[in-house]
């Protein structure tokens, strides 16, 4: 932390402010001791009015931006978690409102700048189909056009108060990530204590954010190898793109993370998914990202004015693609290393519980290393699994249609739904080419194109078919849950409160670690639902502690929207994740291979369990789950795999194409 005196942080916040870290400059009151902050704030404006007599037009809406910052962070959750009694930053906060709204009338123009520059901010995450953007367009309604940062701040926490996220929060209904590289901010004032990226998101963050390309330039320009040979670097520059990406994260929860040792507060990096099945490769990937994290925030350490910059280590875990054998390899050594870990393209109870066990026998060597360990996470990506195992049975839909009433008929039908649907002509051509109609339909019911059975197109065609409505509609009901299943038997495998104690025992038993040690391996593993398609994925998965639901932009949106109808009452989801499935539910999807497959585990991993203690029989879970050779060849694993890869492709010749650029413009 910083032993700075008033004097001495105002003289450094007003230097990171005129170098242009109006984060750093803000977030430093949350890395200082704080019972003298009113005072601090009042000599800061007073040193602000000063500065802003000289007329420089960007100073002065930095200084409201700054101002801005401080604010939500003390109308935000951010004080509180950072240790400030509440008393403490009700009255820094009634001292900032006086003293902004006196800077207010020093440049108004600039004030109106910083506010419509922060609520734009908001609305381009995810273009406005986000949580921050449903609350910019509340604080604008509540603000009626006057733009003032003092406004600002105040509807800015009336709004953030109103939000269902802020109340789970509080009410320790559950911890939430962003799943997301864009709008993190926003989102930590909330709360929000993890963030979650992959290919696909980073590739987007490029996309929002045109200065990350000037960026990255940049930095190509500093690589004479990458600017002579860019296809033989485009690893190289992918992996520095990606950690671009990351680095205004990073920044955003460096102070929290520090407060809270990175037992919260991380962020997620994923490795590249070309070498996921080389453990020796991705594990020198990681530790090199790791490295350039370390390094980086080392140096924005100084700029929060932490007294022993880089002293706690990145808050950062690797993303470890569970696609194969070689993730429980890299899982183990890079916990070891006291590097965490976020298992991801997980998808059945066997994986994600085998992987959670090798999180701890890493964790284990590390503290008898003397090593720190973080808070990691096992993904569980339900909504993936859903879009799968709905893809499989629209499949298989037609292939009965084909059964009853002939191979023509079966296509007719699936070329009437492509239409209905609105599919590209060249998809609607390839279904008049030569194939049987399985393959086809696979295509046309893709979740890209169909993304629930009880579409009214698809419905229609079901009955065309003389097949049952009701039966359709009863399977979309049931296999939209499926996810949610695999979260809750995970969870409850390791966090029902009988089983955290056997948990305990069994790591002292079987690494030799204290009590304590023990409990602090298994309490520093979160359940990370994740891929959710409808709000019910995370109400139907919240608990606490141990569970952090990581949200899609659009999906926060709809979590809040679900909270606004009438009749909906959230105490009724409260430790849902520990509820027992609903009568016959399970039944019924047992008649769905895959579901079986991803829901049951093997004979090995059950007695293990069953040495534990945490199940009273090897047949408890069933024994029909995939076995670990097995984990490559699952449809969901290939799936993402096959996505990630091609986002990866997609964004490393990008960033091939921008370093080719620099030496020839016309390229």
């Not at 932390?1 to 450094?12: E, G, P, Y």
């Not at 569980?380 to 799968?388: A, D, E, I, K, T």
């Not at 209905?420 to 893709?446: F, H, I, M, N």
């Not at 699952?634 to 990866?648: C, D, I, N, P």
Request: charged letters at 25%; hydrophobic letters at 40%; glycine letters at 6%.
């Amino acid at each position: 932390m910083s032993k700075f005196t008033v004097s001495q942080s105002v003289d450094h916040i007003v230097r990171q402010l005129k170098d242009g870290f109006t984060l750093a400059a803000a977030d430093h009151i949350l890395v200082r001791d704080s019972d003298d902050l009113p005072l601090l704030i009042e000599d800061l404006c007073r040193r602000a009015r000063n500065e802003m007599t000289g007329g420089q037009r960007d100073l002065a809406e930095n200084i409201f931006i700054m101002a801005i910052r401080i604010g939500l962070n003390l109308v935000g959750r951010d004080a509180e978690i950072a240790g400030m009694r509440p008393e403490v930053a009700e009255r820094s906060a009634s001292t900032l409102m006086k003293e902004v709204r006196a800077l207010e009338e020093t440049d108004a123009s600039s004030a109106v700048s910083a506010v419509e520059s922060f609520i734009m901010g908001m609305e381009g995450v995810n273009s406005c189909d986000s949580l921050p953007g449903y609350m910019a367009e509340k604080i604008r309604s509540r603000l009626a056009g006057s733009l003032s940062p003092s406004a600002f701040i105040r509807a800015f926490g009336e709004v953030a108060r109103g939000t269902v996220y802020w109340r789970m929060v509080e009410e320790r209904y559950c911890k939430f990530g962003n799943d997301y590289a864009r709008g993190l901010e926003i989102l930590r004032h909330l709360g929000f204590s993890q963030v979650s990226t992959n290919p696909v998101l980073a590739a987007r963050a490029f996309d929002e954010d045109p200065s990350l390309r000037s960026q990255l330039a940049v930095e190509i320009k500093k690589h004479e190898d990458w600017m002579s040979d860019p296809e033989a670097h485009r690893d190289d520059m992918a992996l520095s793109a990606t950690l671009m990406a990351l680095w205004p994260n990073l920044e955003v929860f460096r102070p929290l993370a520090v407060r809270m040792q990175n037992l919260d507060y991380m962020i997620s990096f994923q490795l590249n998914p070309n070498i996921a099945e080389d453990a020796e490769a991705s594990l020198e990937n990681a530790k090199l990202a790791h490295g350039l994290a370390a390094r980086h925030l080392a140096e924005y350490d100084q700029h929060l004015g932490l007294s022993n910059p880089g002293a706690v280590p990145p808050n950062i875990v690797l993303k470890v693609a569970g696609s194969s054998k070689a993730a429980r390899t890299i899982t183990r050594e890079l916990n070891a290393a006291g590097i965490g870990t976020n298992n991801t393209v997980v998808y059945t109870v066997g994986q994600e519980i085998r992987l959670i066990l090798d999180s701890f026998e890493g964790k284990a060597r590390a503290l008898k290393a003397g090593k720190p360990i973080t808070r990691t996470y096992e993904t569980n990506m339900g909504g993936r699994l859903v879009s799968h195992l709905r893809e499989i049975e629209a499949t298989k839909i037609f292939a009965r249609i084909r059964d009853l009433h002939g191979e023509a008929r079966a296509l007719n039908l699936l070329k009437i739904l492509a239409k209905d649907l609105g599919l590209s002509v060249d998809l609607l051509q390839l279904l008049d080419g030569p194939g049987t109609v399985e393959p086809k339909a696979d295509r046309v019911c893709a979740y890209s194109n169909l993304r629930y059975l009880t579409h009214p197109s698809f419905l229609k065609m079901v009955e065309e078919a003389g097949l049952r409505r009701n039966d359709v509609e009863q399977l979309e009901n049931d296999i939209r849950k499926a996810g949610t299943l695999v979260a809750r038997r995970v969870y409850q495998t390791f966090y029902t409160q009988e089983n955290r104690d056997r948990w305990v025992g069994y790591l002292q038993r079987q690494y030799g670690v204290t009590g304590p040690q023990a409990r602090s391996i298994l309490e520093s593993v979160d359940v990370l639902p994740a891929s959710k398609r409808i709000p019910e994925d995370t109400y139907d998965t919240l608990a606490y502690p141990n569970m952090c639901n990581t949200e899609f932009p659009n999906q926060a949106r709809a979590v809040q929207l679900f909270a606004e109808k009438g009749g909906f009452g959230l105490a009724d989801y409260k430790n849902a994740a520990l509820e027992s499935p609903e009568a016959g539910l399970v039944e019924r999807l047992s008649g769905l291979a895959e579901f079986v497959r991803s829901y049951e585990i093997t004979s090995e991993l059950a007695k293990a369990l069953v040495s534990v203690g945490v199940i009273p029989s090897v047949e408890s879970y069933g024994l029909r789950g995939i076995l670990e050779e097995q984990w490559p060849e699952f449809g969901s694993v290939l799936k993402t795999m096959a996505e990630f890869r091609a986002a990866y492709e997609h964004f490393a010749s990008q960033c091939v194409d921008l370093a080719r650029k620099q030496t020839d413009p016309d390229k």
